[in-house]
Structure formats: C-alpha cells, structure tokens
C-alpha cells in the first residue's frame, strides 16, 4: 500500500542518490585539513582548540577517527557521511513537523523541500554544521514533550552536550529547547536539560578564548546586525522559493497562515516553530560578530540553510492555516517550495562543481609535493600550504603529510601532476612562512623582481594588491608555476629552508604581486 510515509521515504533515496552524484569528484577542503591534520591524540589540547571559532571536539574525533581508517586518498566516505547526517536533519525536521500537530503530507512536503536544499558543501561534503543541528535538534524534540522519563531527560542533555561541542550555531537551538522545556515541563526539567552543555561551552569558552577575526579592526553596531539578521532571512526565504517574487508570495502566504492557524485555535503548536525562528535569528547575529565586515557573507549558502531549516515549522504551521480555508490555498506555498526545488538543485550542482575544480587542484598541488625531489630533505616542521585559505591545507605541517603518505592515507599516485605545478610544488617546500611581522626596511615595487634566497635567509612581504590582506606570488627563475603566499595587512615573513634540489645552489625566484600591477613591500 502506498503511503505517504513511503513516498517520503522513497524520495530520501532519490534525494541522497542525486547528491552524491552532485558532489562526485569532490576533495578534502582547509577545513577538512584543519580538522585533522593539526590535531593529535596526545594532546588532548590540540583535540580541544576551537576551528574558526567553533568548539569542533566533535567533529575533530569523526574526521582524524575517519582519516586513520580511509586517508584523504579517496573522498566518497565522507561525502557519504554528509549525506547522511544532512539526511538525518530532513528526517528530524519531519519527526519535528508531526510532533507540532502538522499532517503527514504537509510534513513531507516542507521537509522534502529541504532535502535537496541548495546548503553548498554542507550536504555533499562536510557535515560538522549539519550535524550539530540535528544533535541539537534532536534534544529540542525531547524538549517538547509534556512527560519523559529521567532517562530520557540524561539522553537530552548529552545530546546537548554533544551539539555544543560541535558547532556554535547549536547554541541557539539549545536555548530555544530550554525555553520549550520550561513552558513544557517547568524550570527544573529546562535546566536539567540545557545546564550542562551551557556548563561545558561557558568552560571551553573560557579556556580556548577564541576571538573572531572580523572584531579584529571592525566594530559591529546595532543598526548593522539587525540589518545582517533581515538580509539573512530574505536569502532563506528567496532560497527557499528560488526567486525574489515567489519568496514574497511564500513570506505573505506563511505569515497570513501562521496568524490564520492562530485565529482558527488549529491543533497545532506555534511556540515551538516561533522559537526555532528566533533560534535562527540568533545564529545570524552570531554570525554577524564573526564575519559581518564581509556583507555579503550571510547570503552564502550556509547560512541560507542552517535560516531556512529553522524557518521551515513556522512554513508548516503556515501551510495548515491556508488549508483550513481549502486545501487549494497550499498552493500558495506549495508552489514556490517546488520552484525552489529546482532551482536549489541547480544551484547545488554549480556550486559543488566549482568547489570540486578547486579542491581538485588542491589534489595536486598536494600530490607534488609527496613527488617532489625537494621532499626528502624539507623540515618536518613547515606548514608548506598554509596561507592558501579556504584553497590549502591550513596549519596541516609536512611531517603529517609525510607520515600520513608513508601509511596509505594520501595515495595520489594515480594523481596527474603538470610541470608548472611540480615547480610551485618546490618553491611550497623551500620556503616557509613563520607567520611573523616582517623586519628591516621595507621597499615598494610594482614590478617583480628576483632574488636569490640562500638556507636560513629570511624576507618580509606585505602589500600585493590583496584588499584583505598581503598577496606575492613566487616562482624560480628556472621556470614553472607559482606559489601564492597570504598573510594579513601587516604582511609576514617568509625564510628558505633548503637549497633548489635541480641544482644543489641556493633557491632563485621571481616575486611578484599577487594582483598583477599592484604594489608590493619587500622587507629585507
């Protein structure tokens, strides 16, 4: 018999068979590195320290857990585990839905929309946000019960725990679940649940300090985060419906359903799905201290769906208002959600194929440096891709690559390596960049200019062009590839670590601006 329980089931299959298609090719990211290949089992501090300010205990145990089985060589187990766990949260977000007294085929339909919702990364990828909402989720379930056994209650508060050691945007979902908890069950029941994870990250707050970059030279005002919050909930609502004029209808059509369910005194809850919407308002804010000097930064895909997730019982709830007038005026809703559909999934794919071009050639760049003739002799110490950003392998050093390769966990042997990269691969190995203001005179050029860099000798740099920051880019002479070198406004120092292993003679480059044309500071 079919149901429409099966269908949705059905359609999950479909969905999660369509997103890894989507996300095939895909590579290990920075963050992937910056969860590995930084932390170690002997320093439980390392395991601890926060990941862009995030307390990331969590995922930190999967990914070095994962890596020590599977390596980087291939990357579908972690795809797989994305899709998953970003699955789990649309199974969730349903169990959610009934529980607030919304029919079967209004659930599915809300939460299948959000199946192949366009989340980037996130739900072909990586999975440390989707997962700390779907702990976090999972303990506001046991938050809305009326009556739950003591057992129950310990179930909720490790959960709890766990979400918020995972990720930051699960602090919000927690308090909203202490506030359900509390209308639900009383004070008591509420700290219970909530007190311990308020405990654990009130601690780890205090011990890692971390401090986002964006407070960093900016200073966030009123009037900014609340006009960040509104920009963040329109881009749900626009992502949510696929273009600005069905998000107006979606917003108009939610909003005269919700006050509609009200009026009606519908058998559904509204406290709950209101308390998830200011949930989502308040990871925006958070959001907003961390990368609000970047305007544009809320818009991106992974916000727009950690919004749209905490929205979507507030849809709901809106949807069974308008069926109280006639089960046509769903369409109101159900339309835009299908629209959305399609173009999300559009979206989702190139977004997912941009992100595969680069972190593929992230995978070679990785694997020359494993070839490289320089490889044998490099310090185990250097961070040989560190200002990379989002493209390299963050503080990852060449001792864990080294070692990870000598045990099977980044064989890239089948891996293609052009001449131009082998020779960037070089210059990443020889020269190693101390995160260190420069010293000395610094002198300005426009044009680039040659050195020859002996073992040990060192040379400060700033400037390139960059608006964020300092940017050179850096090749031999000999010939071949660049490798870019980033570091903040104040610039950083860079000292060669070996000689050119063509030649046996000190390291020869060409630097030069990282933006073509645009002044660069050479501090020597």
């Not at 300090?209 to 200073?219: I, N, Q, Y």
């Not at 700033?462 to 090749?475: E, K």
Request: proline fraction near 5%; include cysteine.
């Amino acid at each position: 018999m079919i149901t429409t329980r099966r269908v949705f089931g059905a359609w999950l299959v479909v969905a999660a068979v369509i997103l890894l298609w989507i996300g095939r090719g895909m590579w290990a990211t920075a963050d992937d590195w910056q969860l590995v290949g930084t932390r170690s089992w002997t320093d439980p501090a390392s395991l601890l320290r926060d990941h862009n300010q995030h307390f990331s205990l969590v995922p930190v145990v999967v990914y070095k857990a994962m890596f020590e089985a599977v390596g980087f060589s291939d990357y579908w187990p972690y795809r797989v585990v994305s899709v998953v766990i970003h699955l789990g949260v649309v199974v969730l977000l349903w169990v959610l839905l009934r529980r607030l007294g919304v029919r079967t085929l209004v659930a599915a339909v809300v939460a299948g929309a959000f199946a192949l919702f366009n989340g980037g990364v996130l739900v072909v990828a990586q999975f440390q946000m989707p997962l700390a909402l779907g702990l976090s989720l999972g303990l506001f379930l046991i938050a809305m019960r009326t009556s739950a056994p003591t057992s129950r209650t310990v179930a909720g508060a490790v959960l709890g725990c766990l979400a918020a050691a995972t990720s930051a945007i699960a602090i919000p979902v927690i308090a909203a679940a202490g506030a359900v908890a509390w209308r639900r069950r009383g004070v008591r029941t509420a700290v219970l649940l909530v007190a311990p994870a308020a405990v654990l990250y009130a601690a780890w707050w205090v011990w890692d300090s971390p401090t986002p970059a964006a407070l960093v030279g900016w200073g966030p005002t009123a009037q900014g985060a609340v006009q960040w919050s509104l920009k963040g909930v329109v881009a749900a609502a626009e992502a949510l419906a696929g273009m600005w004029p069905l998000a107006i209808l979606l917003s108009v059509a939610v909003g005269s359903g919700v006050v509609l369910a009200r009026r009606a005194r519908l058998d559904v809850r509204t406290f709950e799905p209101l308390t998830l919407a200011l949930a989502a308002v308040a990871v925006l804010l958070f959001a907003y201290l961390a990368r609000g000097s970047d305007p544009t930064a809320v818009t991106q895909s992974r916000f727009t769906y950690v919004t749209a997730l905490l929205w979507l019982p507030v849809v709901a709830v809106g949807m069974e208002g308008l069926i109280s007038l006639g089960r046509q005026w769903a369409l109101l809703i159900v339309v835009p959600l299908a629209v959305g559909l399609f173009v999300n999934v559009s979206l989702l794919r190139e977004e997912a194929d941009i992100s595969a071009a680069f972190q593929n050639a992230a995978k070679v760049e990785v694997a020359a440096m494993l070839r490289s003739p320089a490889a044998a002799d490099t310090p185990v110490w250097i961070r040989p891709w560190w200002s990379g950003g989002a493209l390299g392998i963050g503080d990852t050093t060449w001792g864990f690559l080294k070692e990870a390769h000598a045990q099977g966990h980044l064989d890239l042997a089948e891996v293609e390596v052009p001449p131009d990269v082998e020779s960037a691969a070089v210059i990443r190995l020889r020269m190693a960049q101390l995160e260190e203001d420069p010293s000395g005179a610094c002198e300005p050029h426009k044009e680039p200019v040659v050195r020859t860099l002996r073992p040990g000798s060192r040379i400060g740099f700033r400037g390139g062009g960059d608006p964020r920051g300092s940017l050179i880019s850096v090749r031999r002479t000999a010939g071949g590839g660049p490798a870019d070198f980033w570091a903040d406004r104040d610039g950083d120092t860079i000292e060669a670590v070996g000689t050119d292993p063509a030649s046996g003679a000190a390291l020869e480059v060409e630097i030069a601006a990282g933006v073509p044309g645009a002044v660069f500071y050479l501090c020597e």
